[in-house]
């Protein structure tokens, strides 16, 4: 069945310093959504990619969409306390399908 | 902004009930979901609903649970004989028709703890 792995699990940085976590899917995907979800929230839509290479930004966070349209990834560049959550990768074939998330924590 | 509403937002159960999870989704979205997060786990997958009936249902989605669409705004889930792994929160959400769910993402409640014990 549609698998979607996301890595790297966790991440811990110090604030100002970049993070990026990566997802791969077993199938092409028609498209890719991102999502945000802080502890104790529910995931809350960051952004969607859908065609192939396609790379978009949101302020200090980078996303792209690989050429196969199966791995995608999210950049933050200089992290921000306000960065900390789980970011979960959400990878449409059929059904929308979400990666296990990779949970940032930002030290101060 | 609008946003999917989810009642109860705590629900205590004893194994081998019935429950019934509660949402209204945002009024003009036609295409409706069900996930769950175990306690630090990933968000799975469990059934999508449009036009009055199921368009996908994942292997999670078995005889136990069932969704219904009682009137034009709320949208339940059911679960029948509640087994102590079943303990979740359980998320709706909706999305946009209008513009195709190509273009837009899905918009969540803030869930439904179902504890059973």
């Known amino acids: 069945g549609q698998q979607v792995m996301q890595i790297p699990q966790y991440q811990h940085v110090q604030e100002g310093e970049d993070f990026t976590t990566y997802c791969n899917s077993s199938t092409t995907l028609s498209n890719i959504q991102w999502y945000k979800q802080r502890p104790g929230g529910h995931p809350v839509f960051l952004i969607q990619l859908v065609k192939s290479g396609e790379v978009k930004k949101q302020k200090r966070l980078t996303f792209q969409f690989g050429e196969a349209k199966k791995n995608s990834s999210l950049h933050i560049t200089a992290t921000q306390t306000t960065d900390v959550g789980t970011y979960f990768c959400a990878g449409r074939r059929n059904d929308m399908r979400f990666g296990a998330g990779t949970r940032l924590t930002v030290k101060p | 902004e609008p946003e999917v509403t989810q009642t109860p937002s705590h629900q205590v159960t004893q194994m081998g009930q019935e429950v019934i999870l509660r949402c209204v989704p945002i009024?003009?979205?036609?295409?409706f979901y069900w996930y769950r997060q175990i306690l630090g786990q990933k968000v799975e997958f469990l059934v999508s609903?449009?036009?009055?009936?199921?368009?996908?249902k994942s292997e999670i989605f078995d005889d136990q649970f069932s969704v219904e669409r009682p009137d034009g705004s709320n949208f339940t889930l059911k679960i029948r004989s509640t087994k102590l792994e079943d303990s979740a929160m359980y998320f709706c959400?909706?999305?946009?028709?209008?513009?195709?769910?190509?273009?837009?993402?899905?918009?969540f409640g803030s869930g439904t703890r179902l504890t059973v014990v």
């Open positions: 009024s003009n979205h036609l295409y």
């Open positions: 609903f449009y036009n009055n009936e199921i368009s996908e």
């Open positions: 959400a909706s999305s946009d028709p209008i513009v195709g769910t190509e273009n837009y993402g899905y918009t």
